[in-house]
């Protein structure tokens, strides 16, 4: 119990003894030749947090420059990409309008806007009723590449059945031919030749171009190329499966063709 009231009788005059201490400024005296003693190390934290503050704004800004470059980059890789789609585009256009020196044909361009079933047997295109194109009118690419027949149409869009729709067939003969002719028309998928007469050689690799008996379709068009013969001796006529040397999905444009003139 005496041991007690000798620690807080300690502590009170303790506490006297700095609060006098404190009202005399006298720690201040006791306190500079520490502050002295601590200043080097002062200065040296400051001296580190000035350079690591410094490192993240100089992190910050080279990291705004690359976004920057990338961004830039980004761009001049779009205006190439652009180019070289207007190169491409350009070029198809004169392709087909080497159609009309060729054949002497009236056409209207058209561009794919898009697959018109899940089968994607049929596209739509941007050119309709209002620029001439009727259903029956034949649809080519390239520099006289059939590809279909227009199979409806609206005053500003139409949709063409590609030659591996089942609803579309077309009068065909071997290039260089001047009488025999078949039907080219899908089945199951694949583009058949049919009723070519028995006898009549079929040489692989013949091409294939439309007859020109329908009169909205002209002569010679390229269809395909025959890949392999179909031949049952019983039978009055043979077949050949037929290849197309293009694939839709390469071009932007077609041409219709506005009937045989």
């Not at 994607?120 to 027949?149: N, P």
Request: proline share 2%; charged share 20%; glycine share 6%.
């Amino acid at each position: 119990m005496a041991s007690s009231s000798r620690n807080l009788l300690w502590a009170i005059v303790g506490g006297c003894v700095f609060t006098l201490l404190l009202f005399f400024h006298t720690l201040d005296l006791l306190l500079q030749p520490l502050q002295r003693a601590l200043d080097p190390l002062e200065r040296f934290f400051m001296l580190r947090s000035q350079t690591v503050q410094q490192w993240f704004e100089d992190r910050n800004a080279v990291i705004q420059e690359r976004d920057a470059l990338r961004s830039t980059l980004q761009g001049f890789y779009q205006q190439v990409q652009d180019a070289e789609s207007c190169m491409q585009e350009n070029a198809e256009l004169s392709e087909l309008l080497g159609i009309h020196t060729t054949y002497r044909i009236e056409q209207v361009a058209a561009k794919i806007v898009n697959y018109a079933n899940l089968s994607r047997t049929r596209i739509t295109i941007d050119k309709g009723l209002r620029e001439g194109v009727t259903k029956g009118d034949a649809v080519v690419v390239g520099s006289g590449i059939i590809i279909g027949k227009v199979v409806d149409a609206t005053n500003e869009r139409a949709t063409v059945a590609l030659l591996t729709d089942a609803d579309v067939s077309l009068a065909a003969t071997l290039a260089g031919s001047t009488n025999e002719e078949g039907i080219v028309r899908s089945r199951r998928g694949a583009l058949m030749l049919d009723f070519i007469p028995q006898g009549m050689e079929l040489p692989v690799g013949h091409l294939v171009v439309t007859a020109g008996s329908d009169e909205r379709i002209p002569r010679n068009f390229t269809i395909g190329y025959v890949t392999a013969l179909v031949t049952d001796k019983s039978a009055p006529f043979q077949s050949a499966l037929i290849e197309q040397s293009i694939s839709i999905a390469d071009y932007a444009f077609v041409s219709v063709l506005k009937g045989n003139q």
